[in-house]
């Protein structure tokens, strides 16, 4: 296991077009975090797994988005109906979970850009 | 709202000095802060963390600095090179350790 995977790497689409991006933890991780970062910008937090357990929803997860991770190994982000301002790069990590601020293992992201 | 605010101009230096990058938090107190380093089209890497009883951490070339009383987090490069460039986040958990809070980012640039 080398790393957190993520796919695709680019995603171009048609407003109004579904997608869905998958991302693959470093397989011992039990806690998978899904980030979405605008140029210029950090990551911004958007969904929180531990194990199959979605625990945390950012407000900037509307309606359209979707996560999912069945069997608390990989996971999918899915943004139904997507508008330009969806485009951004779009982070997955993953931790260890044990009590304190562990650092998170991130992938290369997947970078969506809505036409 | 919890803030977090790093210099967000791109700092130049000459390649050899020691580069110092500043985090500053508002309206919380965090038990750790995290550093990271990020390329263009990739992916954060984590470099350093630092609990709030420390008052430094070094690895290699990198120290960290946490001043709870100013609210403040200082990244220390020395002997920096060019292939130190990249973008450095300052980040902290955001209680029960669901989600980290980034900055920014401050833009390194270090040339020959």
């Known amino acids: 296991d080398t790393g957190v995977s993520q796919d695709p790497r680019h995603k171009i689409t048609k407003r109004g077009q579904n997608v869905t991006f998958r991302c693959d933890p470093i397989?011992?991780?039990?806690?998978l975090y899904w980030y979405r970062q605008t140029l210029g910008q950090g990551p911004e937090f958007l969904t929180y797994?531990?194990?199959?357990?979605?625990?945390?929803k950012s407000r900037l997860l509307s309606d359209r988005f979707s996560a999912e991770r069945p069997k608390g190994s990989f996971s999918t982000l899915e943004i139904q109906r997507t508008e330009q301002g969806d485009s951004a790069m779009y982070l997955c990590?993953?931790?260890?979970?044990?009590?304190?601020?562990?650092?998170?293992?991130f992938g290369p992201g997947t970078r969506l850009t809505v036409l | 709202s919890q803030k977090i605010e790093q210099n967000s101009e791109a700092l130049n230096i000459q390649e050899g000095k020691t580069a110092t990058l500043t985090c500053n938090y508002t309206n919380y107190s965090p038990a750790y802060l995290q550093w990271y380093r990020q390329d263009p089209g990739r992916g954060p890497v984590f470099l350093l963390l630092i609990r709030e009883n420390e008052k430094e951490k070094r690895k290699e070339r990198l120290k960290v600095t946490f001043d709870t009383t100013l609210k403040q987090s200082l990244f220390h490069i020395t002997a920096s090179q060019p292939a130190d460039s990249a973008t450095y986040l300052c980040a902290y958990y955001s209680g029960g350790y669901n989600k980290l809070i980034f900055g920014a980012g401050t833009r390194l640039a270090v040339h020959p």
């Open positions: 797994f531990q194990n199959e357990a979605q625990l945390e």
């Open positions: 990590a993953s931790s260890q979970g044990v009590a304190g601020g562990n650092e998170q293992f």
């Open positions: 397989s011992e991780h039990n806690r």
